[in-house]
């Protein structure tokens, strides 16, 4: 049975979590509530949940600062928000997981069905978080899950991203290379703000690593890895004002 806790500052969002859970988690039993940081932190220390819903704009803070609150975070933390842009991003490039409001019932159901025979030391539940809380402001590293575990890389030293079918290999400026278990679409999107263009099906590259284009039906880009990036004929506009 995982212990519950939900800290939210609207009543009827703690109601509405709690009654999914009730009527269709069975494994789960919601043992306490917060509305703000300084209840939440409260209850999550009264209380030792496995796993913690947690809102994160409140009336005395965020969720970001009820974690920092916490020295030994040792439950599962997955974030309830309404569409927050920046704090969704910093939360994806964290690897965690979150669930819009208003609340979907399938979302949360299957939040609980990620839980299962996973504890939070053996997924690094706290290098994720770390992570997050450093990536407030602007994301600068981004956790990749590998089927190891998880790798902590900074944004600036990804030289280029290739698809490997249900797969995606990272390129690192120090020459290592990291097969990471997402798509190639799923980092597509999380790193378009930061530089990184899909030139073509099967590649993401950062455009400050490219060295030389060369022309051609969509040319192809030579990076500084030395590696040749071909460039897809209908991305071809799109990577050249990239450039600029």
Do not use: W
Request: hydrophobic residues 40%.
């Amino acid at each position: 049975m995982l212990r519950a806790v939900i800290i939210d500052d609207e009543s009827e969002s703690r109601t509405a979590i709690a009654n999914i859970l009730k009527n269709y988690c069975s494994n789960v039993d919601v043992v306490g509530e917060g509305n703000d940081v300084a209840s939440g932190v409260d209850v999550i220390k009264k209380k030792k949940p496995d796993v913690v819903y947690l809102d994160i704009q409140m009336p005395d803070g965020t969720g970001f600062n009820l974690l920092e609150r916490i020295e030994d975070i040792d439950f599962h933390v997955i974030f309830v928000t309404a569409y927050d842009q920046y704090a969704i991003k910093a939360i994806k490039f964290s690897a965690i997981d979150y669930i819009l409001k208003p609340i979907d019932p399938q979302q949360l159901i299957d939040s609980v069905e990620k839980l299962k025979n996973i504890s939070p030391r053996k997924n690094q539940l706290p290098d994720r978080l770390n992570n997050l809380l450093q990536n407030r402001s602007k994301p600068a590293r981004i956790a990749l899950p590998t089927l190891s575990g998880y790798r902590f890389v900074k944004i600036e030293d990804i030289i280029r991203c290739q698809s490997e079918s249900n797969y995606t290999k990272f390129f690192l400026q120090s020459g290592e290379e990291i097969l990471v278990t997402r798509t190639l679409k799923e980092f597509e999107i999380m790193l378009r703000d930061d530089r990184f263009v899909r030139v073509h099906q099967s590649h993401l590259i950062n455009v400050d690593f490219v060295e030389q284009y060369i022309k051609g039906d969509g040319g192809t880009a030579i990076m500084s890895d030395g590696s040749h990036v071909e460039i897809s004929r209908r991305r071809k506009d799109l990577f050249l004002n990239s450039l600029i």
